[in-house]
């Protein structure tokens, strides 16, 4: 069980606050290997999570609520300052914020290898290319936790999936969602394919195929990229097959979060349906 060190604050300017004051510098955080959770439930999922838990700002009422989950922690110690919630609401302002914030150390992820290795077969992947808003990728990969995804592949194009507005997309799916940061999108899936694993496409292309009728039950990869430009022909050219939604002619699109889930959806239902 963790000791909580409970200190009281009344002003935001201590330097262990630092982590609190600085939610912008979202790339300094991460080259730092830790996150700061920002909404409730997300804080909730970190204090049930493998993540580390290095520290937590709340408020006397969420204190109360969080008390026994934190104790239960597997960490030597946590600090954890309480403050009211007027203080707290200066941080990110009152709209943004609900009174309970708290860093988590960002694990080791295991690697693209030790996830072929180990992960279950029929294999059931995610890879994204071009994402360039936070919210749009965490809701990926809410959508992949949902759909039991065994990894997501992240390209190099992409925001990180642990910035703060990604984490919060997300709703903390991405403390319990396998992710592998690739260096080389293009690389990776060729990578997969050498191990078996069929890559389709999302994407409109005059020759796709409609999405139910790709056999999706075996070991596959579907593979997005942002709403706008789609994928990079070399994604494309990097896949099996392209596969699109079927939708009336007046429509040629879905924002890339609501896609991945009709696809990952359609994937599911056919999986349910194997011999």
């Known amino acids: 069980m963790a000791h909580l060190i409970v200190t009281p604050i009344a002003a935001l300017d201590a ?10 510098r979202i790339e300094e ?10 909404n409730v439930k997300v804080v909730e999922r970190l ?11 709340l408020t006397p009422a969420w204190f109360e609520k969080f008390e026994g989950p934190l104790r239960a922690r597997p960490e030597k110690e946590i600090v954890v300052f309480v403050g009211e919630k007027a203080l707290l609401e200066t941080i990110t302002g009152y709209h943004l914020h609900q009174g309970a914030l708290a860093v988590g150390k960002i694990p080791q992820q295991p690697t693209l290898a030790e996830l072929l290795t180990r992960s279950p077969r029929p294999l059931l992947v995610a890879a994204v290319e071009g994402i360039a808003s936070a919210e749009n990728l965490g809701a990926v990969v809410r959508s992949c936790a949902a759909f039991g995804v065994h990894f997501l592949i992240v390209g190099e194009t992409c925001v ?5 507005r990604a984490v919060s997309g997300s709703m903390g799916s991405i403390f319990e969602q396998n992710v592998v940061r690739a ?7 060729a990578e997969l394919r050498a191990n078996g694993v069929y890559c389709v496409a999302a994407h409109l ?5 409609k999405l139910s ?16 430009p789609g994928l990079s022909a070399a994604a494309v050219a990097a896949c099996d097959s392209v596969a699109q939604i079927a939708m ?4 040629n699109s879905l924002n890339v979060a609501s896609a991945t889930a009709v696809f990952l959806y359609e994937a599911t239902r056919q999986r349910e349906r194997r011999p």
């Open 183 to 189: 260096e080389n999108l293009i690389a990776t899936l």
């Open 29 to 38: 955080h991460e080259r730092a290997g830790v996150l700061v959770a920002t």
């Open 248 to 251: 009336p002619s007046h429509m």
């Open 205 to 209: 292309a005059p020759d796709a195929t």
């Open 15 to 24: 330097p262990e606050l630092e982590l609190y004051r600085t939610l912008r």
């Open 213 to 228: 009728g790709v056999n999706l039950r075996g070991d596959i990869c579907l593979v997005f990229g942002a709403e706008g």
């Open 47 to 57: 204090f049930a999570s493998r993540f580390e838990v290095l520290s937590a700002l």
């Open 160 to 164: 990180s999936p642990l910035q703060r």
